[in-house]
C-alpha cells in the first residue's frame, strides 16, 4: 500500500515546476598542496536525492564535493571542493532563487587557518593545527531573505534524536533527517540507510532501505511537507 | 628499439621467484569518527607497478590504503588505513623476507596524538590539533636486517631533484623516484606521470607517458640494478 501511494504521489509529479538543490558529499580542507581533512561522506545519499527529485519533476541543482558518483541524469551537477566554495556557490542560487534545499552534504565544520604554499616538511615531532569554524551552509540558506523550504540532515554517533531536534529549532529548519553512522550498515558509504524524518509538527521513521528507495520516500515526504 | 628492448626484458621474465612488496595509496588519520587528514593519492602509479611487477614474473604483495581502484590480476592485497597499519604490515612482510620494496604509498606523515571515540561538535570558534609524527616506513624497511632492494618515492612541490637525493642518501635507498607533483599533468590522481629516477651511481629520465607505460619502464630498471 505504500508503495503504491508513493507511486501514486511520483505519478503525480509532485515536484513539477519547483527547483531544487541538494548539496552532496564531503568538502576538503587543505593543509598544504597534498594533504587536507576530509571526512567519510561518500555522497551516494545526495546523488540519490538528485535522481528522485528530479524523477518526481524537479529541476536540481546537485552542488557536490569530491566523490566518485556519476552525474544522475537530468541533474545539474556543480563541483566545488572546499566548505567556502560550496557555501558561495548555495547561497548564489538561493540569491536566484529556489524552492526546495536539501543539505546532505558532510560539510566540513573546520578549516586549517592557514594552508601552506608548499608540502610541509617532515621535519618537526610534532605539528600544531589551529582550525576555524567554517560558515554553516544550512542555517546560512534557512537565514536567507528569499529562504527555500530547508531540509537538514544530521549524522551523529551519539544522543542522534537530541541533537537532530537541536539542530532543527537552532538553525531554523523545516525538516531533518537524521541517521546514526555509528553503525557500519546504514550511513556513510553504504549502499543501504535507514532515517528519522522530524519536522516542527511530527516525524516519520523511514526503516532500513537502499538509498534509492529512501531518497524516493524522502522526496515524497518533502514534496507533502513543502505543499502544506 | 626502446619498447623492444622493454620487451625483450619482460619476456625474459625478469623478476622470477623474486617476491616484490609495493606500497600504494593514501593513508588515513582519523580526528574522530567520521574526520580524517588524508592526501591526494590515488594510489595508480603503485597499483601499474604491481601489475607490471606481476607480469615480470614476480610474486607481488600490494599493500594499500584507501583507494578506489580494483586489484591487478596475480597480485595479493592487502588493504590498511592508517600509516601504523602499513607500517606494521610492512615489517611483518620484510621480516618474513621479500626480494624487492617499491614505496609509492603517500603515507601520512603526522596522526592526530588522540582520535575522539565521538564526532567533535561544532562548539568552539578554534580546534587546536596536535599531529605527531608517523613511524617512516621506506625508512624502517631500509634499515631492517633483512633488507630488501628499497625503493622509494618523492612527491615534491619544490626542489626536487636535491630533496630526491637527500631522502636518497638519508634513507638509506636503493633507489628513488621523484616527480614534481605541484603541475596538474603528472602524479597524483592523473593517468599520467614523469619520472626521475635516481640511484647512488646514476640517474635516468622517464619522460612522461602513461602510468603503465612508466611503471614497465620502472620495473624494468629495478630489475637490472637489483642484479647489479
Not at 508513493?6 to 509532485?14: G, K
Not at 566554495?85 to 586549517?112: Q, S
Not at 519536522?199 to 523511514?206: D, F, I, Q, T
Request: with cysteine; proline share 4%; net charge negative.
Amino acid at each position: 500500500e505504500i508503495i503504491q501511494q508513493a507511486a501514486e504521489v511520483f505519478d503525480n509529479q509532485l515536484l513539477t515546476g519547483k527547483h531544487v538543490v541538494i548539496t552532496a558529499g564531503p568538502t576538503r580542507e587543505s593543509i598544504d598542496p597534498v594533504r587536507y581533512i576530509t571526512n567519510k561522506s561518500s555522497g551516494k545519499m545526495g546523488f540519490a536525492l538528485a535522481e528522485a527529485a528530479a524523477e518526481a519533476g524537479a529541476k536540481v541543482t546537485l552542488i557536490a564535493g569530491p566523490v566518485y558518483l556519476p552525474t544522475p541524469s537530468r541533474v545539474e551537477r556543480v563541483d566545488v571542493i572546499r566548505a567556502v566554495d560550496m557555501y558561495e556557490t548555495c547561497m548564489d542560487v538561493v540569491e536566484n532563487g529556489c524552492d526546495v534545499f536539501i543539505a546532505t552534504a558532510a560539510v566540513a565544520d573546520y578549516r586549517p587557518t592557514v594552508t601552506a604554499d608548499h608540502k610541509i616538511k617532515k621535519s618537526t615531532e610534532e605539528i600544531h593545527l589551529t582550525l576555524v569554524k567554517n560558515p554553516d551552509i544550512v542555517a546560512s540558506v534557512a537565514e536567507h531573505a528569499k529562504r527555500p523550504f530547508t531540509v537538514g540532515f544530521a549524522a551523529e554517533t551519539q544522543d542522534v534524536m537530541a541533537y537532530a531536534q537541536g539542530k532543527l529549532v537552532n538553525k531554523k529548519l523545516d525538516m531533518i533527517a537524521t541517521n546514526d553512522v555509528s553503525g557500519t550498515n546504514v550511513g556513510f558509504n553504504s549502499d543501504n540507510n535507514a532515517l528519522t524524518v522530524i519536522w516542527p509538527s511530527g516525524h516519520k521513521v523511514l526503516p532500513l532501505a537502499s538509498k534509492a528507495q529512501i531518497a524516493k520516500q524522502l522526496i515524497e515526504l518533502i514534496a507533502i511537507r513543502y505543499k502544506d
